[in-house]
T-cell receptor
């Protein structure tokens, strides 16, 4: 079974630029999550999708972050404009449904200079 | 909202000894408690989980215990090996939300 795929693996941008991350979940998984993991901390949930609907985006900084999950499969997370404090690893995870085990992708390491 | 505290932040144990990591949570509605292992440059990997209708679960060298009354749960790794060196995260989840602890960096000393 293929795991969660993410791209790119690394990205370096200057502040005020925009960036987008892509996630392909495990086939058949209805629930998709985006997390932000700052160095030395645990993952923090940004947004959670059930199929192509948003379940929870309460911690997503909506003035600069956006996410979509078209057709209930792949998802993209965008930051525009980026700030220095957005430097982190962005993790995508998927699960068969709510309250089930989550499977994480390798993450995208973003550095904002 | 839910808050998860994890201790210790760093743990060093001699190879072959046991390691214990403890977490507490605040939301009594939480009913699912997974543990993840994260190696350098990789995403977290689920190693064991427990649901609130169970007090203990074991899988080979790894065990998790849950005390719902006290709102704490623990990860136990026995006969530690070099490949156990990693960062471990606990988490607490109800139907709507999952909150992670800040992680424990486990060092296995030769």
């Amino acid at each position: 079974e293929a795991g969660v795929a993410q791209s790119p693996r690394y990205k370096i941008i200057e502040k005020r630029q925009s960036v987008a991350f892509w996630c392909n979940p495990i086939s058949g998984h209805a629930t998709l999550y985006w997390y932000q993991q700052i160095l030395g901390q645990g993952p923090k949930l940004l947004i959670q999708f059930q199929n192509n609907g948003v379940v929870d985006d309460s911690q997503l900084p909506k003035d600069r972050f956006s996410a979509e999950r078209l057709k209930g499969v792949d998802s993209t997370l965008k930051i525009q404009p980026a700030k220095l404090e957005d430097s982190a690893v962005y993790l995508c995870a998927s699960s068969p449904g709510l309250s089930y085990e989550q499977y994480f992708g390798p993450g995208t390491r973003l550095t904002v200079t | 909202g839910e808050n998860v505290e994890q201790h210790p932040s760093t743990l060093s144990v001699q190879e072959g000894d046991s390691a214990v990591i403890k977490c507490t949570y605040s939301d009594s509605a939480s009913n699912y408690f997974p543990w993840y292992k994260q190696e350098l440059g990789k995403g977290p990997q689920l190693i064991i989980d427990i649901r609130s209708n169970v007090g203990e679960k074991k899988d080979q060298r790894i065990a998790v215990t849950l005390n719902k009354t006290a709102k704490h749960f623990s990860l136990h790794i026995t006969e530690t090996q070099p490949e156990d060196s990693a960062v471990y995260f606990c988490a607490a989840s109800n139907r709507d939300k999952i909150i992670f602890g800040k992680g424990t960096r486990l060092h296995i000393l030769p």
